[in-house]
């Protein structure tokens, strides 16, 4: 396609051409990844999957980016081969230095809010793949009493080859923006193992459940669309949002996060797409009778659930939730001495270890900072909804802890937003830093107000 059809199509839209570039690749993931399907033998699968992994970010980014992939995924393997015992660790902050060095030079968060997009965000995705395989391969040579559920599920005896890596890696383009899954499971599925080895229920079909993530995406799409021009992340800096009374800027704020989350929506939903119309988003069978394939294995995102959440201890649950999978079992268990239960440390290590993934930018940490003091407010309001238990004092908390991962969550997302801390904190002061204090308040208050435990606790105590 020429230029000037190109700039045509994209002022249509409201994008930047290098964004329709990427949205163009991206769209192309579908059919990319459907035609591997009829890719015959292992090999030629493996094969195919990292090619065009390489040419769609080719297309789309330029031939840097794949020297970009290039080099942790290159150094990752390398840690495989030439220190098993400790390649986890070494390619974790290799990935992560190597990516965070990424961030810093290319500033990729001010060319999204300006319109324009690079190979970062693909390579974020990219990092996590090859941590986590890195770290499997590392989990292989632990005793398997040692090891918890997801580690002896997903851990890998043996060095898997270039080839599968690479393929693994580049999947098709699934690197794009998701989802992040695991090398057993990308073997399993290109080998016809496991849950995808042929039975006398057959090979389910994939088209109904892709068919629902498209009429998602172009839903999300067009609401996105409608209100991003109603409410401009710019107004935030604008006199006349100064000028508006309290509870208008609190709602604008809502709005702002509301209106952004589409796009996200619309990113995975195709993303999802992708990886069904693959097989590989098939996740087993349900016991109903007559069986009904299940899809979630490529499943990012509940919208209603991050909507309508009754607590924010359910939004890793349900926003970015591969993501949110990975950071559970590569950082927050991993923290945990054996024996002792997880606390607001791991927490906020895991935020922490988040918020770098995504950037350096002060409105990454402090949206990621906020996360794990609006978790842990939630967690105590739980904790005395669970006290209360059959009563009227149950229902208002459950309300209470509705409204306040309502408030919190959109107040947390500017910070996420607008990125720079001028503007994070003039947005968050413009409504007395409620978010941040409603957090703080109730964890001390979760400190005095400490619920008694259940009878049926006590009793097992007892026993």
Known sequence: MELPEMESMATAIGVSVPVLRFLLCFIATIPVSFLRRFVPYATGKHLYAAVMGGFLSYLSFGFSSNL??????????????VSRSYCGIITFFIAFGYLIGCHVYYMSGDAWKEGGIDATGALMVVTLKIISCVINYQ??????????????????????????????????????????????????????????????????????????ALLQSAFCMGLYLYLVPLYPLTRFSDPLYQEWGFLKRLSYQYMAGFTARWKYYFIWSISEASIIISGLGFSGWTDSSPPKPRWDRAKNVDVLGVELAKSSVQLPLVWNIQVSTWLRHYVYERLVQKGRKPGFFQLLATQ???????????????FFVQSALMIAGSRVIYRWQQAT???????????????YTLL????????????????????????Y??????????????KVIKPAKPARSKAKKEE
Not at 352 to 359: I, L
Not at 418 to 431: A, D, I, N, P, R
């Open 352 to 366: 922490t270890v988040s918020a770098v993934w995504h950037g350096l930018y002060p409105g990454y940490i402090i």
């Open 389 to 403: 238990k059959g009563t009227l004092f149950e229902k208002i908390l459950t309300l209470m802890n509705f409204a």
């Open 139 to 212: 989990d292989g040579l632990l005793k398997e009493e040692d090891l918890r559920e997801a580690q002896k599920k997903n851990r890998l005896l043996k060095l898997p080859s270039v080839l599968e890596y690479f393929g693994y890696c580049l999947c098709c383009g699934s690197h794009f923006a998701g989802p992040v899954y695991e090398m057993k499971d990308y073997l399993d599925w290109t080998e016809r193992k496991g849950i995808w080895k042929s039975t006398e229920k057959g090979h389910p079909s994939p088209f109904g459940a892709t068919l629902r």
């Open 68 to 81: 970009h992939f290039l080099v942790p995924m290159v150094l990752g393997y390398g840690s495989m081969v």
């Open 408 to 431: 919190v969550l959109n107040y947390s997302a500017v910070g996420f937003m607008v990125l720079s801390l001028h503007e994070t904190l003039t947005s968050y002061g413009s409504v």
């Open 433 to 446: 830093y409620i978010g941040t204090i409603i957090p703080i308040v109730l964890i001390l208050l979760g």
